[in-house]
């Protein structure tokens, strides 16, 4: 659900906080509201809390007005209570919540509209005396709050209990894996790097923000806790930009690039005409900036000045044009050919739908980031179009290479090479034949007159010329150097493997990835503009903030080990001070596996990349941890005289997402097998639970709500084996058979 759409009165917003509910608990409700809103007859103040949408579906005036007559006659009451009783979740953004105008306007006035620490410690007294706030803003208030901030945990829980699965195995989270596999099914597509905000025929489909679909997608992925309310956008617009992409595949190259310029001046720009022919987007050759000006009898500079704003309206990274790819490879592999017999070309396999000019494929193929060896050349007074390199598919080198840099900052010929072979991945096809294979020195070659390549030993390269921001080992080496600055190459080639070895687990398409050697990063580091380098130490030249640099997540991991006076944590602290700051354990779990700002430096120890702790503090927090009492979460287990597998488990204190361990004594009877989840008391179903190979776990969360679980509580899971069905309920520890 998107967090912008919450509103009071609606599903599933509480009609009162919760802080309210608990205070009011046991207070019944009167008998003639029970009635009208169909409520049981023993209904109290707590019903009008969460739970009022799964027993009612709509509120009445006069609830409406029971609500606000409560709140009213008992405001001395309330006065020094906090309305809020969790901290404010890393990414959620105030704006993001649908406020009504008056609310929006009194929580500006009164400066917490741009101050979440505030307004998630603020009381009913200090929201009172907002000069003009009323019960009813209160009210409206205090629910969108409580819903938005739970809304935005229970996305992040989701999403980082699918993603942090991978490290001890598949999850049986079905909404953790729903998450997971849509977002990292979308990076499988091949236009997932195409499209973003500044592509005009994606952006009414896209959510607000910034990077192509594959960048965004990897942020989430990687910092769940980063624009939570995010993902859900996410997700759903995979669907409208899939049915474009669909559309864009049957569209002739004229029709796709005419589209495309029409969508990016706009529908009422009246130079349309002249662009495309100044461009040649309308298939014949590109007219000169005096022919343009004759034909709409304006001068050569107001063309050019024209011409100049509508190339700024383009996006600055290769788009969706899939005829156009379609007719560079095309006229790659039937060069050397004359212009014409290369236009009749077009059209008979279908690219154009009448003739299309070489010269203007070409054109536009360099002005949306096509690299091509192709060219036109004269042979006896022929135009041809013909490849620079004079050799068959070496015009694709250029593109593979980019992109491999792309994903990862650096690549190798090596890794190119594989790449046109179609070794590198999971179900790859080869790009070229057998025949048309190249070796390493045919790549070095061909990358080498390439002038935005530049190599960085004999092997490895990156390009210079990239879009700013999308080199990805720049961006992560800036990232760990906020936290930490200077640091060896050997720490940050550390973290950097971190976070490879991530996006590998996650997506197929980044099995390819290989960090490179310590001298290669050296090299990297020195040729490249933001970074000074003094021996083994890496700087950046311009000092950057973690702030600027890092989620709201990360941030808020950053704080909590900073706050640590010896500067490292075991787990259990580390969790904890994360709760406090928003993070919850799955997301914490995926940021001590992956996160490239973590040093995981002994058994259960986390510090900061590149920042020094005093050894005797290490070893101070070790021995502390080694005292400290193991919990033991597995109670017992034993067979009911139905013969149900039961397991009994204390519950810790997050009960949000949870994994259990099976003991290995009942272990075969479960692995590997999916149990529909029970209420025991209410016969009600939530979900499932799934056990994997290893005895882990998982989809308990759902029904433990429900029951209203509480940490040190008795977890009593009753599988019943012939059903596929386990009954879930809350036990006391004295009526399980414990010796």
């Given amino acids: 659900m998107d967090i912008s759409s919450l509103a009071w009165g609606k599903r599933p917003v509480p009609l009162l906080p919760k802080s309210l509910c608990d205070l009011w608990h046991d ?79 009194l929580l500006s006035r009164s400066g917490l509209l741009n101050n979440p620490d505030a307004l998630i410690a603020v009381t009913f007294a200090q929201l009172l ?69 500044q592509d005009p025929r994606f952006r009414a489909v896209l959510p607000v923000g910034q990077g192509t679909l594959e960048e965004r997608i990897e942020r989430a992925l990687s910092d769940p806790t ?19 992409v669909e559309r864009l595949k049957m569209q002739y190259l004229e029709e796709g690039l005419g589209e495309l310029l029409s969508t990016a001046l706009g529908h009422k720009q009246p130079h349309f005409d002249l662009i495309a022919a100044r461009l040649g987007w309308s298939g014949e050759e590109p007219k000169t900036l005096q022919e343009c000006g004759d034909l709409k009898g304006i001068t050569r500079e107001r063309v050019r000045q024209i011409e100049q704003n509508a190339r700024k309206k383009l996006p600055q990274h290769p788009v969706f044009l899939p005829k156009l790819d379609l007719g560079i490879s095309l006229l790659e592999s039937s060069a050397p050919i004359t212009l014409p017999a290369a236009a009749n070309l077009l059209i008979e396999r279908g690219i154009a739908k009448r003739t299309f000019s070489p010269v203007s494929l070409l054109d536009a193929a360099e002005l949306l980031g096509r690299r091509t060896a192709l060219t036109i050349s004269s042979n006896r007074g022929e135009r041809m179009v013909v490849s620079s390199t004079g050799e068959h598919k070496l015009g694709s080198v250029s593109r593979i290479a980019r992109k491999l840099a792309g994903q990862a900052g650096v690549a190798s010929v090596f890794q190119v090479v594989d790449k046109f072979r179609g070794q590198n991945e999971q179900g790859d096809e080869a790009i070229a034949a057998p025949e048309d294979f190249l070796s390493e020195d045919e790549v070095r070659r061909v990358l080498g007159a390439d002038t935005g390549c530049e190599f960085l030993d004999q092997d490895w390269f990156w390009f210079t010329d990239l879009p700013k921001g999308r080199n990805r080992l ?128 002994g058994l259960d120890l986390w510090k900061l990349r590149g920042v020094r702790v005093d050894p005797a503090a290490v070893e101070a927090v070790r021995e502390q941890n080694q005292l400290r009492p193991r919990e033991t979460r597995l109670l017992e287990q034993g067979w009911t005289p139905d013969g149900k597998l039961w397991i009994a488990w204390k519950l810790p204190g997050n009960t949000s997402s949870l994994v259990f361990g099976v003991p290995g004594a009942v272990r075969r009877y479960l692995a590997n097998r999916t149990f529909q989840a029970v209420a025991k008391d209410s016969g009600r179903t939530f979900g499932q639970v799934s056990i994997n190979t290893a005895g882990s776990s998982y989809g308990y ?39």
């Fill in 129 to 197: 005396g907002i000069p003009g706030l009323g019960i009813k803003s209160l009210i409206e208030i205090t629910t969108l709050v409580e819903s938005a901030v739970e809304l935005s945990n229970q996305v992040s829980s989701e999403l980082s209990a699918g993603l942090g699965a991978q490290v001890i195995g598949e999850s049986g989270n079905q909404d953790g894996s729903k998450w997971r596999h849509l977002l990292t099914e979308a990076l499988h597509e091949p236009w997932v790097d195409q499209v973003s905000e």
């Fill in 474 to 601: 720049e961006n992560l080496a800036k990232r760990i150097l906020s936290v930490a600055s200077p640091q060896p190459i050997a720490s940050i080639r550390e973290g950097v493997r971190r976070v490879f070895r991530y996006r590998a687990s996650s997506n197929p398409r980044y099995r390819s990835l290989v960090v490179p050697p310590q001298t290669v990063m050296a090299s990297f580091f020195r040729q490249h503009p933001a970074f000074r380098i003094d021996g083994d130490l890496v700087g950046n030249v311009t000092p950057i903030g973690s702030r600027s640099l890092l989620g709201d997540g990360e941030r808020a991991l950053v704080d909590a080990i900073r706050a640590s006076a010896a500067g490292v944590l075991d787990r259990k602290t580390l969790i904890s001070a994360c709760m406090a700051r928003g993070i919850n354990e799955n997301t914490l779990s995926l940021y001590t596996t992956y996160s490239p700002l973590l040093e995981h430096i």
């Fill in 701 to 739: 969360a759902p029904v433990l709500r429900y029951v209203g679980a509480d940490e040190g509580d008795t977890l009593l899971a009753e599988f019943d084996l012939t059903k596929s069905e386990v009954q879930i309920s809350i036990a006391d520890t004295d009526m399980l058979s414990i010796d």
């Fill in 27 to 105: 207070d019944p409700l009167p008998a003639w509201l029970t009635q009208e809103v169909s409520l049981p007859a023993n209904a109290t103040v707590n019903t009008l809390g969460s739970q009022y949408w799964s027993m009612s579906s709509s509120v009445t005036p006069r609830l409406e007005h029971y609500i606000a007559f409560i709140i009213k006659s008992r405001t001395q009451s309330i006065l020094t209570l906090r309305c809020f009783n969790q901290p404010w979740p890393p990414g959620l953004r105030i704006s993001e919540i649908s406020f009504s105008v008056r609310s929006h306007n």
């Fill in 226 to 244: 980063s624009s939570t309310t995010e993902v859900p956008l996410l997700v759903g617009c995979l669907p409208s930009v899939r049915q474009i």
